[in-house]
C-alpha cells in the first residue's frame, strides 16, 4: 500500500495548477508561436573551441586551489 502512494502522489502533484505563474502569461504569451530548433551544430561552431586562454584560467585557477588546499592542511 505505502508503495501506491509513493507512485500515486507524484502523480496528482504532476496534475496540480500554477494559478500565480498563468495569471503572469498575457493573450499575446499564449498565442505565440513555438520557438524553431535549430541544428546544435552551427551554434557550436559560432561558440568556437576553447582557446589557450580557457585552458591556461583553469590551470591557473587549479594550481591557486591546490595552494589553499594545501595550506589549509599545513594548519
Known sequence: MW??????APALAACAGFPE???RLDD???NAPWP??????PLLAE???????ASGDLDARLA???ARADALRAR
Open 36 to 41: 524553431a530548433l535549430v541544428p546544435v551544430a
Open 28 to 30: 499575446a504569451d499564449r
Open 47 to 53: 561558440a568556437g573551441a576553447p582557446g589557450a586562454t
Open 21 to 23: 505563474l498563468d495569471a
Open 64 to 66: 591557486a586551489l591546490r
Open 3 to 8: 508503495r501506491l502512494s509513493f507512485i500515486l
